[in-house]
């Protein structure tokens, strides 16, 4: 069974600072997707950003980025310029087919 | 709005309660899922309806019992449970399985069992 974790449990920035959210997972497949996905206190989960397995290429959406290291297993995410609205709870998930795994998250909090 | 609405946003019930947990996509997505969003905890996929049949039942209780009567509602009946139930229930819809795109997620009922 694939497993996603995280092992941040918190993770802090100051405003306009850059901060690296880690994920890791656990699959024996060649061929999925991963995600981040943001839930703040109105507890909508939002997609972030994504990457595809077979991409080497590293998926860059605004401000938002990830270290997809595929022999590692790894999927960290970093977030540059951090603002105020981006502190929430951040959610690594992993998907193959229709079943979508995700870790225990990490809360995320942005100082003023 | 996200496209998928859950009601209620709030629900406390008794033990011997019975209640549901509505879902409504409009997004024409044809998988529909119900998640169970505990404390500390990663969260849980409890259901998983593709074209109106249930494809996965992750080993739940039987006092959960999902309704999918289309491909845009989807229904979690609750009876008889117990405190450790409490939690946020969340729905989610996706286009199929193996598409590159992630769920769409309902912002969740509050469930407080009492």
């Known amino acids: 069974a694939q497993t996603v974790t995280q092992s941040q449990p918190e993770m802090s920035v100051q405003e306009a600072e850059t901060v690296t959210l880690s994920c890791t997972y656990d699959?024996?497949?060649?061929?999925?997707?991963l995600f981040w996905y943001k839930q703040p206190p109105s507890r909508q989960m939002i997609l972030v950003i994504r990457q595809e397995a077979y991409k080497q290429q590293n998926a860059t959406e605004n401000r938002f980025s990830v270290n997809f290291q595929k022999a590692a297993k790894s999927f960290s995410l970093k977030i540059s310029d951090s603002q105020l609205g981006d502190a929430a709870m951040y959610f690594c998930?992993?998907?193959?087919?229709?079943?979508?795994?995700f870790g225990e998250g990490t809360q995320l909090t942005v100082n003023p | 709005e996200t496209g998928v609405t859950q009601t209620p946003r709030h629900l406390v019930m008794g033990m011997t309660n019975k209640k549901s947990l509505k879902c409504e996509q409009h997004l024409g997505h044809n998988a529909m899922y119900w998640y169970k969003q505990s404390a500390k905890k990663p969260l849980e996929l409890m259901f998983v309806?593709?074209?109106?049949?249930?494809?996965e039942n992750n080993s739940v209780p039987s006092r959960f019992s999902p309704e999918c009567p289309n491909s845009s509602h989807l229904f979690l009946h609750l009876h008889t449970l117990q405190p450790e139930d409490s939690a946020l229930y969340l729905c989610?819809?996706?286009?199929?399985?193996?598409?590159?795109?992630?769920?769409?997620f309902g912002s969740g009922t509050r469930l407080t069992v009492v």
């Open positions: 998930a992993y998907r193959s087919g229709s079943r979508l795994t």
């Open positions: 699959t024996s497949e060649s061929d999925y997707y």
């Open positions: 989610a819809s996706s286009q199929g399985g193996g598409d590159r795109v992630g769920y769409t």
């Open positions: 309806y593709n074209f109106k049949e249930q494809t």
